[in-house]
């Protein structure tokens, strides 16, 4: 399962900080993620995760700390750090009102392809999703599962070396997010490094490598196996539970 | 430069698919444009005056035929007595009670003089004014035909100590206020379509959730703003050009000056109007937000115009706050070319005043707009 990840580290990070006036939504977090590897960012609400990701990512100034996305620092290159990553936040962001076609063509295009490419792109999105002739029609008017796969593959439009993805699966039936997961596999397969954040902690034990934040602290980071191991129970549920349970 | 063309070519595809959005921004500005230049007019007709005719002699009725012969009055039913004349005027029956003494020939005949009482309903007191100018010119002409039926005088036995004025208006000779106010309502029409629109353009997406997308990519700030404003900025120059149709054929506003100036300026203009409605988008969470917002403006700009009152009759402070608004330097600026013919020469203070704003205001907007916070 973990065949394709190579050693080299595609993220780095090293006490990153966020505070916003006197709060500080994340503590000094450091840990790293290889390339390629299916990395799951576990925390209950409000525990930081989302803050940190938007660091990672390049949308928020850190107020202390590194971070190294993709070989770039993400304070200083932050426009390089975008260009190699690959983004699919919680909120569904596409433009409802603008056609599955249409909206490829744009987030392409912006991403600075050629309209050769976006047009080789699109068809190989509408065989791999299965698409047919829903590609006219509005992005309103799909299903939220439709939606959500139609997002994750527009985030990997540019081919990124990283993808995050920011609950991607809320909301919809196990066997949609199992078809979800799916993508994200062969997505790895092609040594792109994912980077996800969930609630559903079966979806924790698809990943390679876990690190689950309490409070604006990573307190624990390992393997699904490994971590079960540690606290001594069955399923990455009760891992999640007993960290969390400890801090209050 | 490719990246702007996909932002345009998006955004175009949004306005053009949003129907009911389509049909207001193009109906409704046309609408206003009919509706309201037809009734923002300052015109002072239909005046309605009665008439307390106590004497009934000649020079009586020479005096009421004339105002009945004047296309501006109407006269309504003859009164009685003073008391009926207050009444009519309290319920608002009749604008201008004149009371016609019953002594009122023998004394022209007499003491060569005599008085009329004229009342005035001043709630509206530009308006009164108006009507009493009106009035004092038409008795100013019976004052002559009754000297030359009463005395039989010749009329060049009448030595006229009075000195005539005759006024000659420039520019807007037959004194239509149509002419007068189609250009402003339009300047009014092009600035809120186009500032509301980029006002809760950015913000929409903010709304949805698309904005964050945005800023995950590695598009520039400027390619971002400007393919987002230059279809609004196309918008704006359309609507205009919808407008000076309507002007033209509607209500036969004159275009002495240059068009190509027009465009010229309006061009410039809107990059103000849409800096600004990108200024109120960065600060705003919500459509809501940025629409109040932007309404507030629109309403002080709008009264401080100079649009519907004179600048010249505002206080000084008011005066001087009116030299920041953009409004203001349009309307003056589109009158002046449609309606006096001025040239690049005549307008170029207000055409430097709208180019510093713009650059002002979108050099504000756009360090504003940040793509990571």
Not at chain 1, 33 to 59: D, P, Q, R, S, Y
Not at chain 1, 163 to 170: A, M, N, R, W, Y
Not at chain 2, 25 to 51: C, E, G, H, M
Not at chain 2, 271 to 298: D, P, R, V
Request: proline share 3%.
């Amino acid at each position: 399962m973990v065949n394709h990840i190579s050693n080299e580290k595609v993220i780095e990070v090293e006490n990153l900080t966020k505070k916003f006036g006197d709060f500080t939504a994340v503590k000094g977090i450091s840990f790293h993620v290889n390339k390629g590897e299916i990395f799951g960012f576990l925390g209950a609400n409000g525990a930081g995760k989302t803050t940190a990701m938007k660091m990672l990512i390049g949308i928020s100034n850190p107020s202390s700390g590194n971070a190294n996305v993709a070989g770039f620092d993400v304070h200083t290159q932050s426009d390089e750090v975008k260009k190699s990553i690959g983004y699919m936040s919680q909120k569904f962001s596409m433009y409802d009102d603008l056609t599955v076609q249409e909206n490829i063509t744009f987030f392409g295009g912006i991403y600075g392809l050629s309209r050769k490419q976006i047009k080789k792109k699109t068809a190989e999105l509408i065989e791999e999703l299965q698409l047919g002739d829903i590609t006219k029609s509005r992005v309103g008017s799909l299903p939220l599962g439709w939606k959500q796969k139609l997002a994750f593959s527009v985030s990997l439009l540019h081919e990124p070396k990283i993808v995050f993805l920011d609950e991607p699966t809320g909301g919809v039936d196990p066997i949609t997010r199992r078809q979800f997961w799916e993508l994200i596999y062969t997505e790895a397969d092609k040594g792109t490094t994912i980077f996800v954040t969930t609630h559903y902690m079966d979806e924790a034990e698809y990943c390679d490598r876990v690190s689950i934040m309490v409070d604006g602290v990573i307190e624990a980071l390992d393997t699904p196996k490994n971590l079960k191991k540690q606290f001594d129970v069955d399923s990455m549920n009760e891992v999640f539970l007993k960290l969390a349970r400890n801090i209050e | 430069m490719r990246t702007i063309l996909f932002i345009i070519q998006k955004e175009f595809k949004q306005i053009f698919r949003d129907k009911s959005m389509l049909r207001l921004i193009f109906i409704l500005p046309i609408l206003q444009l009919l509706i309201l230049s037809n009734a923002a007019t300052f015109d002072v007709k239909n005046i309605r005056i009665s008439f307390i005719d106590s004497d009934n002699s000649i020079s009586s009725r020479v005096l009421k035929d004339k105002f009945n012969a004047n296309s501006y009055f109407s006269v309504t039913k003859e009164l009685t007595n003073p008391k009926e004349g207050l009444d009519f005027l309290q319920k608002g029956s009749t604008d201008i009670v004149i009371e016609i003494p019953n002594q009122f020939e023998k004394m022209l005949q007499n003491e060569k003089k005599a008085e009329l009482q004229i009342q005035i309903n001043a709630i509206d007191a530009a308006t009164a004014g108006v009507q009493n100018v009106y009035v004092s010119q038409i008795v100013q002409q019976v004052n002559q035909d009754i000297a030359v039926k009463i005395y039989n005088t010749t009329e060049n036995q009448i030595i006229l100590s009075r000195i005539e004025t005759i006024p000659s208006f420039w520019y807007n000779n037959t004194l239509n206020y149509k002419t007068f106010m189609v250009p402003g309502i339009l300047v009014l029409l092009v600035t809120m379509l186009t500032l509301f629109l980029s006002a809760m353009n950015i913000v929409r997406e903010k709304e949805l959730g698309t904005l964050e997308q945005i800023n995950v990519t590695p598009i520039k700030k400027y390619q971002f703003i400007i393919g987002k404003l230059f279809p609004f900025w196309v918008l704006g120059l359309i609507i205009l050009s919808v407008g000076l149709v309507i002007s033209k054929v509607v209500f036969n506003v004159p275009m002495l000056g240059s068009i190509l100036l027009v465009y010229g300026f309006t061009s410039i203009y809107l990059l103000l109007i849409l800096g600004f409605g990108l200024y109120i988008s960065n600060h705003t969470e919500t459509q809501q937000q940025a629409m109040f917002i932007a309404w507030f403006f629109m309403v002080i700009f709008i009264l401080m115009s100079g649009l519907f009152t004179p600048i010249e009759s505002m206080p000084k402070w008011a005066q001087n706050i009116t030299l920041l608004n953009p409004i203001r330097y349009f309307v003056e600026f589109i009158r002046m070319v449609l309606l006096k013919g001025a040239g690049l020469k005549e307008v170029l203070p207000n055409l430097v005043v709208i180019l510093i704003f713009a650059i002002l205001i979108n050099g504000l907007a756009v360090w504003s707009y940040k793509k990571t916070n």
